[in-house]
């Protein structure tokens, strides 16, 4: 998926195009579906912990028609921020292969396979949030309106250049590839053993919990 610029539409369509007939080929399962998956469900991820960082996702759902609440006064850490972006990214690659196999992406209307899965997160993400804030009391209404800190205008080119350099840093950023795979796999809904076993390097489950333990705890100490 990394081979054609992305600035090249042109052919990043028609390699999207191929890529999805190849899955379909391959009835959207087995190693290559499991693969593309989790390049998409990387992506994602980076992209999602930009937006949820910036409050750019708000913006994102308001262009929808999608209105959702500020999260309450003394939340909103990283570790927040990143378990939303892993359980939206969660969510929508389960419904997303359903959606590549009755054809609901059309290369003709201009949208590339990671625009179009994003399109698709942005849609999940509101249950998803919704679920979050009932965890604590004295949530606002869903009609309230969004949070003055977060941008309330469309974006323009400066941002979304900027969201997707943001998107590079976070995924970059994570400490070691392991971890990062862990990450991933976790948002696809592998067990800690299940991931264990694909990362291989002798890791374990316990120590795959514990990486993703540590490291969600470092993030909340920095939030």
């Given at each position: 998926?990394?081979?054609?610029?992305?600035?090249?539409?042109?052919?990043?369509?028609?390699?999207?195009?191929?890529?999805?007939?190849?899955?379909?080929?391959?009835?959207?399962?087995?190693?290559?579906?499991?693969?593309?998956?989790?390049?998409?469900?990387?992506?994602?991820?980076?992209?999602?912990?930009?937006?949820?960082?910036?409050?750019?996702?708000?913006?994102?759902?308001?262009?929808?028609?999608?209105?959702?609440?500020?999260?309450?006064?003394?939340?909103?850490?990283?570790?927040?921020?990143?378990?939303?972006?892993?359980?939206?990214?969660?969510?929508?690659?389960?419904?997303?292969?359903?959606?590549?196999?009755?054809?609901?992406?059309?290369?003709?209307?201009?949208?590339?396979?990671?625009?179009?899965?994003?399109?698709?997160?942005?849609?999940?993400?509101?249950?998803?949030?919704?679920?979050?804030?009932?965890?604590?009391?004295?949530?606002?209404?869903?009609?309230?309106?969004?949070?003055?800190?977060?941008?309330?205008?469309?974006?323009?080119?400066?941002?979304?250049?900027?969201?997707?350099?943001?998107?590079?840093?976070?995924?970059?950023?994570?400490?070691?590839?392991?971890?990062?795979?862990?990450?991933?796999?976790?948002?696809?809904?592998?067990?800690?053993?299940?991931?264990?076993?694909?990362?291989?390097?002798?890791?374990?489950?316990?120590?795959?919990?514990?990486?993703?333990?540590?490291?969600?705890?470092?993030?909340?100490e920095r939030s």
């Amino acid at each position: 998926m990394g081979d054609v610029p992305e600035d090249d539409d042109g052919a990043r369509h028609k390699a999207d195009q191929e890529l999805v007939e190849f899955l379909a080929a391959h009835g959207f399962a087995g190693p290559a579906y499991t693969r593309f998956a989790e390049e998409m469900a990387a992506y994602a991820l980076a992209v999602l912990t930009a937006w949820l960082h910036t409050g750019m996702i708000f913006v994102r759902c308001a262009e929808k028609g999608i209105k959702l609440p500020r999260p309450p006064t003394g939340t909103w850490s990283k570790d927040d921020q990143l378990e939303l972006a892993l359980e939206t990214v969660a969510v929508a690659i389960r419904s997303f292969q359903q959606h590549l196999r009755s054809g609901r992406w059309d290369p003709g209307k201009g949208a590339s396979l990671r625009t179009f899965f994003i399109g698709h997160c942005t849609y999940q993400f509101p249950d998803t949030y919704k679920k979050w804030l009932r965890a604590f009391d004295g949530i606002r209404s869903p009609d309230s309106g969004l949070d003055e800190r977060w941008p309330d205008s469309r974006p323009g080119p400066e941002d979304l250049m900027a969201d997707r350099d943001q998107a590079d840093r976070a995924l970059a950023s994570l400490p070691d590839h392991t971890l990062r795979a862990a990450l991933v796999l976790t948002s696809l809904g592998y067990n800690h053993a299940e991931i264990a076993e694909l990362i291989g390097e002798d890791a374990t489950a316990r120590s795959v919990e514990g990486a993703l333990y540590r490291f969600r705890r470092k993030r909340g100490e920095r939030s």
